[in-house]
């Protein structure tokens, strides 16, 4: 009988961390979006090892991310209104089936043996385009699949669990197709790989949403959107610590190749080893989160993993063992994926829907649209007082943001209160009575 019953436990742990695949459209986006996402990782490793290949260059595989991920910062915000305003299926199969174009026009570059640094930097910024419409309505589109808002903190965690095992297969993959092909064929399979998630948006049954009619004009949507995200608090402190840590701790990644062959002395599968293990790290930190009942006490996950990031990288930086540099990567990616998780939990949970494209487009400026800056900040710091110490300058920075964001977790927690006790998940009758228990317990209410 005990073992029956902590069988039934377990098998009701899991149902429970995956209970946002009951719903058919978001089971179908899940399937279609991890097999993209394998292929979108590979492109990613393949495209820093040849960028570094053709130049040698910190400056310029800087400079590439920065060409990459600038489009995002400036037209997110474009993004997020478009989202609000149109229908959000219709807007994602465009965008995959551009990105799954530039996917295949790299390819065919470097198969063909007339890749050359600028055709790089133009179909990344060709990429990075796409990305600022794609991105805000994929994330807003969350909540259109999975329709029970109870279900909601449990899709973004296994979307990052999605993401974060594409992470750790991905460059898996991509380390061995490096060492024996080359780059082009994993461009070539991650344009293939878009036609899964393209049949998966075709599949779907979504419900028409209701949308106002809409009698502003982009311009004013978009100030709209601004002045809300600005002015709710919760939502400008988390997206402030967010935007910190994109830009001062993200960028080690664009570092990575040089960790991997001038420090630890490796070579391609070092560094598709090394990116691995931060996708174990983040895996872990999505199916953490995916097995929380609640989104109570994320507020104060937020500056714990941001710390837990910080000193992460601090400690990478200083290491020159591989197997320990590994380790440190899984310490780092589940820093990484629990703060940025539970910030998108937390936001998606209390945003009004009809600003809800615009807010999820802020988040893609302060998780993407800041990296550019980050990657080209990083790239100069590199070449001016080398890879580690610019990685340690990123670590530090993300533990000053932790601590300054902890400071202000009493005022985040009074304005979400009343949004939690409206949608139920803070009992309305022992509103009192729980900051009473909170002030004893310690328990977190956010």
Not at 140 to 148: A, G, K, L, P, W
Not at 340 to 352: C, G, K, P, R, Y
Not at 386 to 401: D, E, K, M, Q, W
Request: hydrophobic residues 50%; glycine residues 10%; charged residues 15%.
């Amino acid at each position: 009988m005990p073992r029956e019953r902590s069988n039934d436990n377990q098998l009701q742990g899991i149902r429970h961390t995956l209970r946002a695949l009951r719903h058919r459209n978001y089971r179908l986006y899940f399937t279609g979006q991890g097999i993209s996402l394998i292929g979108t990782w590979m492109q990613s490793i393949a495209l820093s090892w040849l960028v570094y290949r053709l130049t040698g260059s910190a400056l310029l595989l800087g400079a590439v991310g920065f060409a990459g991920q600038i489009p995002s910062f400036l037209l997110s915000p474009l993004g997020g209104v478009l989202a609000d305003r149109l229908n959000r299926r219709r807007v994602l199969i465009a965008t995959q089936s551009l990105a799954m174009f530039q996917a295949f026009a790299l390819s065919a570059l470097v198969l063909t043996h007339v890749i050359q640094v600028w055709e790089i930097v133009a179909l990344s910024v060709f990429n990075g385009l796409v990305f600022a419409f794609d991105a805000p309505t994929r994330q807003s589109f969350i909540v259109e699949m999975t329709q029970n808002r109870e279900d909601l903190g449990n899709a973004i965690a296994l979307n990052s669990s999605l993401f974060n095992s594409a992470r750790v297969i991905g460059p898996s993959i991509a380390g061995v197709l490096l060492a024996a092909v080359g780059e082009g064929l994993c461009f070539f399979l991650n344009g293939v790989s878009y036609l899964a998630v393209i049949a998966s948006l075709f599949a779907m049954r979504i419900q028409p949403r209701e949308r106002p009619e809409q009698v502003t004009a982009m311009w004013e949507g978009l100030r709209e959107g601004f002045s809300y995200a600005a002015g709710f608090k919760p939502i400008r402190y988390t997206l402030m610590l967010l935007s910190l840590v994109s830009l001062m701790g993200m960028p080690y990644a664009v570092l990575m190749p040089i960790f991997a062959k001038q420090i630890l002395h490796g070579g391609e599968r070092t560094f598709g080893w090394l990116m691995a293990s931060a996708g174990v790290g983040a895996l872990t930190g999505a199916l953490f989160l995916a097995s929380r009942r609640s989104v109570l006490g994320l507020g104060r996950l937020i500056p714990t993993a941001a710390t837990i990031f910080g000193f992460g990288l601090i400690a990478f930086a200083l290491s020159r063992v591989i197997w320990l540099s590994a380790a440190l990567l899984v310490l780092i990616g589940f820093g990484m994926i629990v703060q940025m998780a539970s910030s998108n939990t937390i936001i998606q949970t209390i945003v009004e829907e009809d600003k809800r494209g615009r807010v999820m487009a802020f988040y893609t400026m302060a998780f993407m649209g800041t990296a550019p800056f980050g990657s080209l900040l990083a790239g100069a710091l590199a070449n001016a007082i080398g890879p580690p110490n610019t990685v340690i300058v990123g670590g530090a920075s993300c533990l000053l943001g932790a601590a300054l964001f902890a400071r202000k977790l009493p005022v985040i927690r009074e304005a979400i209160r009343p949004i939690y006790i409206r949608m139920g998940i803070i009992p309305a009758v022992s509103a009192g009575g729980l900051q009473s228990q909170v002030e004893v317990t310690g328990q977190p209410e956010d």
